[in-house]
């Protein structure tokens, strides 16, 4: 869909596959018979083109903009929903669909429509807070606020209220709701009566033909015009009939081959006989272009009939909304995947057939040999017309789904007749859904068995059988709470500073309003575009490469690789040394050999990105393969490492030594797998030569000065010619860092430098999961041992990780692990011992947390283990093992401005963990099937990270009318830098915050800033700011007082007149000198603690996050509404790592989790039922931190491990004691705990 053709950038590409939702747009189409419009939410990214035909498209810029929001975009904004903002167009839009058809819905109507909404970085709580403010329980509310209830503002109410202990003290309002206007759904945009007009002239039209090149779409109103369009249509023609062409659009999307020859698609959206919906008592007649969503209502619009409630609530399992309101159901069942084909399987539909070759029409059912052979009938000309749902015979229907791991998706439907016979169809077990006919479900295996399912496979089946025996309740409504708490502001001066308050990230109403630019929103002259050339082999010498027949295609301008470097320049920038990472021999384009499936090898310049990418699979290359290291295990039989000695920490005595005093100890292995970053706006850049020699970059990069070094390098020109620059990211998470966000931007400077043109490189998210690495996966052998009373003696610790075909900051990375390897644990003796393996996976990098997720998961995985064998609860053992301040790590650094202890005392408080523990148990005794766990555990994150990128350059300049500019190196990507930065300036400069901006980062203003991570960005940046704030006040206070009757704009004049400076370029050091802290270590530490409970359902494996409570040390918060942000998002990603999220190779390194829909992440349906968040009060922070604040990023995302472990203590439950000792057993239970392997578990022990 043409929405940049239009310059409405708005609307965002986050995966071209219609998972993520970042496309969303709503399509209106008007009824001439009923005189009203129908509102649906669509993929811009799928939808083709002929499906709009005489609708209203609305994108998010259309219902909104920053001057004049609508509802949905201001309270998403004002409520905190936004944070790297390239989600938020998308979750606006598929809301305004729903508000559009039902201005007041239900919390669970709000769930279902955002569930094909991926964020990455909120971990959604405050998205489903702003909107559920528009739910129908609120409609009653006071003029002021949204809505009321029970007297109170509907957010009030919402939020736990036993509380009260807490809310004397704390604040608990990061959004006033009440101050937002109601909701009006009158003030809605009208159907434009232009385009009804036309759509009425145009009744009478045949039929609506589009051309492409290669393509001819014909949309008939009857199907009697289709016999003259096939008689007229060119014999060389390849003719599909297509109900909404989505599917088969996204196939040709995705296909690998480019089509030569000339298509025609007839497609039915418009065909009057296929549009048919007709029900009577004991039949649904249902038109073959009817979408899934048309379906469903239709089945809703019957439900008088229960019988269809299960059918129903089946189609609600359906995992993208917008997705299913285009797609239709005779393409579904023709596609023989899904859920559509064992309902219509089960039922035995009635379907009609047209040809048009004999001008015939016949009925076919839905049966057994329907997806073998019989569904041959329906090629060449024949379609299917529509089908009949026949209710007359059928007693009760049955439906289950699950999708367990890696995008498998498992599901049944059983319909039982009237005389007792049944028909159980299976899906996800063979390529088409199976059937059996009048059987038990005990029987099922057996017969199952007979079609050679694999034994993984087979073990889906009890999980349908015991989901299917539940009674689904489609009216069933969790009510989510939250809870944040958090300390009014207390200016700390002056009445202007805004130091403390919860304001909205600086960019929230451009995000929302869809004005927010990306990198692959610009648009300059003569813009080019560029798609990579992948390495499809793991590694092989490249014999040749042949770019002749991608040179051939129309709009082709170049292909560029390794020979097109500049003889000055280099391949391998990471060598220079003060690259950041250096000594990184990560090279921009395989030169030789390759080393990676996904690793560059060139890449193509074309007029558009389409025609770029279609090109690069025309690109031949000629491979010699060679033995390939894919996993950890390979690189330790092979010795293959990044460094020739391990990496080794100790604290103590051997612990060797120690052992044998132990009274228990646990050994074994453990193995952690990797995690994508998945920021929504893939890799991107855009690089543009100008006059003289001179380059400007807009990188997606947390890090621009090595961008502007490492292009230098490659260019082989000097530094100060090119000049960076970065508005905004979406979302890093690490992933945009050190070598990898060169993967985009490299390739096209040299492209640009080539042909001398601008040029744009955006990656899809298949190039970017191939070609970009992640969090490291990592394998530890552990044994550690505590006492009689459980009080830790010794541990030792030998980790691995992968880090892939390049070193990256690999070994960062590694170093990182190894010294904090205790955790929040003192260990009295302790060994650790880290190796960096080298293989033929793609280059793992940073991500947020940096080795810690790792090393606190690996402790933390051994301590479970080891209390359970002490017969102590977890979280006992826990808390006597916690070290305190003044205590030494391992890393031989001691403990201090630290409140773990506190964080944990008032977890347990906020949490009221003693009854929760106790209702645990209490729930295990009595419920057979679902089980409840609960698991207390902590975070302790030492910053900052030394010296070099503790140092930062800043600009603040006061302009002429009083208004206030302020410029840093660092990258705003959802995490709040900006707002905060300008909240420091805003208290130090007593001015009100709506005077001062940030416009962007730029090497030219800021030049050598360091990386933007380590959750250190406020620290580092507020620091300076404040330092310049103050210097420039120096002068100007004394201004103040000598005028006092004179206003900041004239004080400002007037220090013109005197030539007083109104700008200050500051060089800023983090002062841990200054206030007594050591050379090197941790200033601080940011702590936290997480009380989580969790209930599985021990016969399907699903589980649902029952509360989560976190109270976390964030000092004295900058912005408590950022803060709360990031420890949200940072939990919502951890529990992803540990439940869901996990990259796969096969052995020949072929990556299996190469897409949004192979890979999956947290949505919005697992958000946690209760989520409370509290920042700790009296911080004991480090005196020179900016404003007795601490950094909060990464910190949180550990506590997110907490959900691993309560979902094992759910598990454990099972085994009333029988086999704490079964270390096997015990082992067993890794991440990610996917539902696959969490009934596996419960089963396993059920048996022992
Ligand atoms: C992101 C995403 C998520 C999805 N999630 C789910 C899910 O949760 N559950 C699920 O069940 N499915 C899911 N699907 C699959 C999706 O439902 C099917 O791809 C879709 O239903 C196909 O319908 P269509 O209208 O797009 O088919 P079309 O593109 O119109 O056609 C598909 C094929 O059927 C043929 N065809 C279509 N109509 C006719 C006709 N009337 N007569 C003869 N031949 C015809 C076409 O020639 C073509 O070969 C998902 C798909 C995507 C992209
Ligand atoms: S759903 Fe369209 S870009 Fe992701
Ligand atoms: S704010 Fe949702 S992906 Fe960043």
């Known amino acids: 869909m043409p929405v940049y053709v239009c310059c409405l950038t708005g609307t965002k590409i986050g995966c071209l596959e219609g998972v993520c939702g970042s496309c969303t747009v709503v399509v209106g189409k008007w009824d001439l018979t009923k005189n009203k419009a129908r509102y649906v939410s669509v993929n811009a990214c799928l939808v083709p083109l002929f499906w709009l035909d005489l609708c209203f498209v609305l994108t998010v810029e259309g219902i909104g903009n920053p001057e004049k929001m609508h509802p949905i975009q201001e309270r998403l904004s004002r409520g905190h929903g936004s944070q790297c903002g390239y989600c938020s167009p998308g979750f606006v839009m598929a809301m305004y669909a729903l508000l559009r058809n039902n201005p007041y819905p239900s919390e669970k109507e709000i769930k279902q429509t955002l569930k094909g909404n991926l964020c990455r970085c909120t971990g959604y709580r405050p998205i489903l807070e702003a909107f559920n403010t528009f739910t129908s329980k609120n409609v009653n509310g006071c003029s002021g606020c949204p809505g009321q209830v029970n007297g109170q503002c509907c957010q009030t109410n919402s939020s736990s209220s036993n509380k009260n202990d807490f809310t004397d003290i704390y604040e608990k309002e990061l959004t006033k709701w009440e101050n937002f206007p109601k909701y009006d759904p009158t003030q809605e945009l009208i159907f434009p009566p232009e385009l009804i007009k036309i759509i009425a002239s145009l009744q009478n039209e045949k039929v609506l033909t589009l051309h492409s090149k290669n393509l001819t779409v014909i949309c008939p109103k009857s199907l009697k015009h289709v016999k003259e369009l096939l008689i007229d249509s060119p014999k060389s023609s390849k003719i599909y009939h297509v109900s909404s062409g989505q599917a088969l659009r996204l196939h040709f999307c995705q296909s690998e081959t480019v089509e030569g020859s000339s298509t025609i698609w007839i497609a039915y959206n418009k065909c009057e006989e296929m549009k048919r919906l007709e029900h009577s008592e004991n039949e649904i007649l249902i038109g073959a272009a009817l979408s899934l969503t048309e379906v469903r209502n239709a089945l809703a619009d019957h439900s008088k009939n229960e019988v269809l409630n299960e059918m129903i609530w089946l189609q609600d399992q359906y995992s993208t909304p917008s997705v299913r309101n285009v797609a239709t159901w005779s393409g579904s069942l023709l596609s023989a995947h899904g859920d559509f084909p064992s309902l219509a399987l089960a039922l035995n539909l009635k379907i009609y057939l047209y040809n048009f070759d004999t001008d015939e029409s016949s009925i076919i059912r839905v049966d057994e040999n329907f997806f073998s052979s019989g569904r041959a009938v329906i090629t060449g000309n024949t379609v299917i017309t529509h089908g009949v749902i026949d209710l007359k015979e059928i007693k009760s229907i049955r439906a289950a789904k699950f999708e367990p791991e890696l995008h498998q998706l498992f599901n049944m439907v059983e319909v039982q007749y009237k005389d007792d016979q049944n028909r159980i169809a299976l899906n996800g077990f063979k390529k088409h859904p199976l059937l059996f006919q009048d059987i038990e479900y005990e029987n099922l295996e057996n017969e199952l068995q007979k079609e050679t399912i694999s034994k993984e496979k087979l073990e889906g089946l009890q999980s349908l059988i015991n989901l299917a025996k539940q009674e689904k309740n489609l009216k069933e409504e969790n009510h989510f709470e939250t809870l944040q708490l958090f300390l009014p502001s207390e200016n700390k001066k002056g009445k202007n500073g805004s130091v403390g308050r919860p304001l909205a990230h600086q960019y929230a109403d451009r995000h929302t309003t869809g004005d927010a630019k990306f990198v692959g929103d610009l648009r300059v002259a003569d813009l080019l575009h560029m798609a990579l050339v992948l390495s499809t082999e793991a590694y092989a010498e490249i014999i040749d490469v042949d770019p002749s027949e991608a040179l051939k295609l129309d709009g082709v301008l170049s292909y560029v690789d390794v020979k097109d470097i500049p003889e000055k320049g280099t391949n391998l920038p990471g060598l220079h040394p003060m690259s950041c990472p250096s000594d990184d021999t990560t090279p921009v384009f395989a030169d030789k050999e390759v080393i990676c499936i996904g690793q560059t090898i060139g890449a193509i310049v074309a007029e558009t990105i389409e025609i770029a990418r279609k090109a690069v699979k025309l690109v031949r290359v000629e491979y010699k393969p060679l033995k390939p290291i894919i996993s950890i295990d390979d690189a330790i039989k092979a010795k293959s490492y990044y460094t020739p000695e391990p990496i080794v920490f100790k604290l103590g005595e051997d612990p060797d030594k120690i052992f044998k005093d132990c009274a228990y100890t646990v050994e074994g292995d453990v193995h952690l797998p990797g995690q994508q970053h998945c920021y929504m706006e893939p890799q991107s850049a855009v690089v543009v030569p100008e006059e003289n020699g001179e380059w400007t970059i807009f990188a997606a990069t947390q890090h621009a000065s090595n961008v502007q070094l490492q292009s230098a390098c490659i260019l082989g020109i000097m530094k100060n010619k090119i000049s960076v620059r970065v508005k905004r990211i979406g979302g890093g998470f690490g992933g945009k860092s050190g070598m990898q966000c060169g993967r985009a931007r490299s390739p096209a400077l040299i492209a640009a430098n080539k042909l001398k043109k601008p040029i744009s490189c955006v990656m899809d998210r298949k190039e970017d999961m191939l070609n970009t690495g992640g969090r490291h996966p990592a394998f530890a052998h552990y044994k550690l041992g505590c006492d009689s009373n459980g009080k830790l003696l010794a541990g030792e610790f030998t980790a691995y990780i992968n880090g892939g075909y390049s070193q990256d900051v690999t070994v960062w990375v590694l170093g990182a692990l190894v010294c904090t390897g205790d955790g929040t644990f003192h260990v009295p003796n302790i060994k650790y011992t880290g190796y960096a393996c080298k293989t033929h996976t793609a280059s793992n990098t940073a991500m947020r947390g940096f080795g810690q997720p790792q090393a606190t998961f690996i402790i933390e995985y051994a301590m479970d283990k080891l209390a359970r064998k002490a017969g102590i609860l977890p979280e006992k053992m826990r808390e006597m093992n916690i070290a305190k301040e003044g205590q030494t790590r391992i890393d031989g650094h001691v403990i201090k401005h630290d409140e773990l202890q506190k964080c944990w005392e008032e977890c347990k408080k906020l949490s009221d963990y003693k009854k929760l523990r106790a209702d645990v ?45 302020v ?35 730029n090497t030219e203003k800021t030049a050598n800033a360091p990386v933007t991570g380590g959750s250190q960005g406020a620290d580092v940046y507020g620091h300076a700011i404040k330092i310049a704030c103050n210097q420039l ?44 802290g050591s050379d090197d270590g941790p200033c601080y530490h940011t702590t936290g603690t997480v009380c989580t409970v969790v209930e599985i359902d021990i016969t399907t494996g699903n589980h649902w996050l029952k509360s989560v409570d976190i109270v976390m040390d964030t000092g004295d918060s900058l912005n408590p509404a950022i803060d709360i942000g990031q420890i949200e998002g940072a939990f919502m990603q951890m529990y992803g790592h540990m439940t869901m999220e996990r990259v796969v190779y096969d052995e020949k390194g072929n990556l299996l989790t190469d897409s949004f829909r192979r890979y999956r992440m947290p949505t919005v349906e697992n958000v946690p039922e209760k989520f409370r968040v509290m920042l700790l009060k009296n911080s004991n922070s480090y005196p020179g931190a900016v404003y007795s604040s601490k950094g909060i990023g990464e910190p949180p995302l550990l506590l997110g491990a907490s959900t691993f472990f309560a979902i094992k203590d759910a598990i454990l439950s099972l085994s009333t004691g029988k086999v704490l000792s079964n270390d096997a057993f015990i082992n067993h239970i890794e991440p990610p705990l996917t539902q696959f392997k969490l009934r596996k578990a419960c089963d396993e022990l059920i048996k022992i």
């Open 921 to 965: 148990e209490e729930f295990n005794k009595t419920s057979k099937t679902r089980k409840r766990g609960l698991a207390l555990t902590a975070t302790r994150f030492g910053l900052l990270h030394g010296k070099t990128f503790e140092q930062a350059f800043v600009l603040v300049q006061i302009y002429l009318d009083g208004t206030v500019a």
């Open 967 to 1001: 410029s840093i190196g660092g990258t705003e990507m959802g995490q709040g830098l900006n707002i905060k930065c300008l909240q420091v300036a805003s208290q130090a400069l007593n001015l009100p915050i709506e005077k001062i901006t940030m416009i962007e980062a």
């Open 1033 to 1076: 006040m120096s002068k100007l206070e004394l201004l103040l007082k000598k005028h006092s009757d004179k206003n900041w704009e004239d004080i400002v004049g007037i220090a013109y007149n005197e030539c007083i400076p109104l700008s200050a370029g500051v060089h800023g050091q983090f002062p841990r000198g200054e206030v007594g």
